[in-house]
C-alpha cells in the first residue's frame, strides 16, 4: 500500500504543514486515526498489537518544537505540542 503524508500535529489543532509535522503513514493508519492527538493514536496501536514507536514519535515532536522556534509563528500548535510532549513522558 502506497504512503500518505500524516500531519503528526493536526491541521485542526494548528498544525503546519512542514517538513517537521509531517511522517508517512499508510493510507488505513491515516485514515483511522482522523483526528486524534498522536500519542492517542500511538497508544491505540499498542492497544491493537501493532508497531509503535514511542522514541520516533518523541523525536518528530522535539523536531517539530525545534522547527517553530526557528521559524516562530504557530501560536495554536505550541500547547498542543508541549501537552503530547508531557503525555507521551507520562505513558513511557
Excluded: F
Excluded at 522514541?55 to 523536531?63: E, I, K, P, Q, Y
Amino acid at each position: 500500500m502506497a504512503p500518505t503524508v500524516d500531519h503528526v500535529v493536526p491541521r485542526a489543532k494548528g498544525g503546519p504543514s512542514w517538513a517537521e509535522n509531517e511522517v508517512a503513514a499508510c493510507r488505513r493508519c491515516n485514515a483511522e486515526r482522523g483526528q486524534r492527538s498522536p500519542v492517542e493514536w500511538l497508544e491505540e496501536c499498542v492497544r491493537r498489537g501493532w508497531p509503535a514507536d514511542p522514541t520516533a514519535l518523541g523525536a518528530v515532536l522535539d523536531r517539530l518544537d525545534a522547527a517553530i522556534d526557528v521559524h516562530g509563528g504557530q501560536r495554536r500548535a505550541r500547547p498542543y505540542l508541549r501537552s503530547q510532549r508531557r503525555r507521551l513522558q507520562r505513558s513511557g
